[in-house]
């Protein structure tokens, strides 16, 4: 059967801890990015290096309301057992999501495009967008033409990451006509990821989550 989710309300929940079988043990801490500008309510998600102004991204087929939502990064910070911690610990980003509404989400469901069929996947696969520059990134889907130079490491994008500084790795973009983007390294690098919907028990959108695969799917308690 497809890839299962877990529920992301725990990647985005100070202190959630966990373990890889080696050890090394990781702590989860949320982090807001900035708020995404939607006027049209169509989400795309994708690596901006390679497909933001590439005219080749598909939004998410489900539509939300227009408006300005909180983008945030679930950090992981990651120690190795008796190896000491150096001037900047070592962090990864485990997830990104957009939160569409404040409100408990009751299942999630997986992003497809239209001929994806969840139940033709195998055991643990998924549908996701490919990365190929190590990040990724949230925008509406009107934002697609006003971050000129992207592709060329230049331009509002470009600047944005490189000013993220030593914090964690995460940035807000302003592009033209007040379009935002918010941007996150992905996780332990390039690979391809899945998005998920959350929807609260009545049925609507509580936000969007893409997993980056840095927790471990089947958790080894944390000491």
Known sequence: MPMTPPDYAWHFTPGSAFAYEDGITGTLAPVVIGDVTMPTGRVV???PFVSLGQDEVEPFSVVVEPGRYRAEAAIATLVRPGVPQGPRPHTRVAAARLVIRDTPTAHWEMVVEEGQDPAALGEDEFYGYGVDA????????????????????EGAVWAAMEGAGEGPDVFLAEGQDGHTLVGFTSGWGDGCYPTWIGRDAEGRVTCFVTDFLVVPTRLVPAA
């Open 134 to 153: 190590g990040t990724g990134c949230f925008y509406d889907a009107a934002a697609d033409g006003s971050f000129p130079g992207t592709e060329n490491e």
């Open 45 to 47: 998600a994708c690596d």
